[in-house]
T-cell receptor, first 114, second 111 residues
Framework: DTAVSQTPKYLVTQMGNDKSIKCEQNLGHDTMYWYKQDSKKFLKIMFS???????INETVPNRFSPKSPDKAHLNLHINSLELGDSAVYFCASRQGLAGTYEQYFGPGTRLTVT | QQQVKQSPQSLIVQKGGISIINCAYENTAFDYFPWYQQFPGKGPALLIA?????SEKKEGRFTISFNKSAKQFSLHIMDSQPGDSATYFC??????????FGAGTILRVKS
């Protein structure tokens, strides 16, 4: 009964490849996020979706394309992977834009680009 | 531009002692200040949070102190235990949407 889940947990790939990370939440939330945690553990927001609509895009390279097929899912597709994309990617969710501010994070996907 | 500054980077505390982590922010639009705890290989977990209309919030051994005029807030962990050893992040958000995180504090509690 995991609240926010991500797949895969680990992803190792070569430069230039395209890969996707999936996120699902069963909390009934309608706002979801992608955060990136770099090698120094710094956490930074990348994207936010509310009811399948993109509401935050934090100057992320357009090689990164989020997609929200429904309120419970938010996927992240990355094209032409670069060494600098190696990081841990966290999905998070929150109950609506007008509700509580609490964000709940998934377990993370560790992406390693070689 | 680092909007939330966190200190110290690392902290070693004896079991039973008090751990104190400090954060300062710049953006006066911030209206929610959570603390997250992260264990190795896990996602950040919400620990405790405060709104700027109160100066202190306590939940068990964890207390947030908030100073609106100084734009500072801190996490106090009373009776620190080895199981509290983790990385702690302060954060802030304007209107509840994107979280802006501090750089994190690695806490080690020695038994």
């Amino acid at each position: 009964d995991t609240a926010v889940s991500q797949t895969p947990k680990y992803l190792v790939t070569q430069m230039g490849n395209d890969k996707s990370i999936k996120c699902e939440q069963n909390l009934g939330h309608d706002t979801m996020y992608w955060y990136k945690q770099d090698s120094k553990k710094f956490l930074k927001i990348m994207f936010s979706y509310n009811n399948k609509e993109l509401i935050i895009n934090e100057t992320v390279p357009n090689r990164f394309s989020p997609k929200s097929p429904d309120k419970a899912h938010l996927n992240l597709h990355i094209n032409s992977l670069e060494l600098g994309d190696s990081a841990v990617y966290f999905c998070a969710s929150r109950q609506g834009l007008a509700g509580t501010y609490e964000q709940y994070f998934g377990p993370g996907t560790r992406l390693t680009v070689t | 531009q680092q909007q939330v500054k966190q200190s110290p980077q690392s902290l070693i505390v004896q079991k039973g002692g008090i751990s104190i982590i400090n954060c300062a922010y710049e953006n006066t639009a911030f209206d929610y200040f959570p603390w997250y705890q992260q264990f190795p290989g896990k996602g950040p977990a919400l620990l405790i949070a405060i709104r700027p209309d109160v100066s202190e919030k306590k939940e068990g051994r964890f207390t947030i102190s908030f100073n609106k005029s100084a734009k500072q807030f801190s996490l106090h962990i009373m009776d620190s235990q080895p199981g509290d050893s983790a990385t702690y992040f302060c954060a802030a958000t304007p209107y509840g949407n994107k979280l802006v995180f501090g750089a994190g504090t690695i806490l080690r509690v020695k038994s």
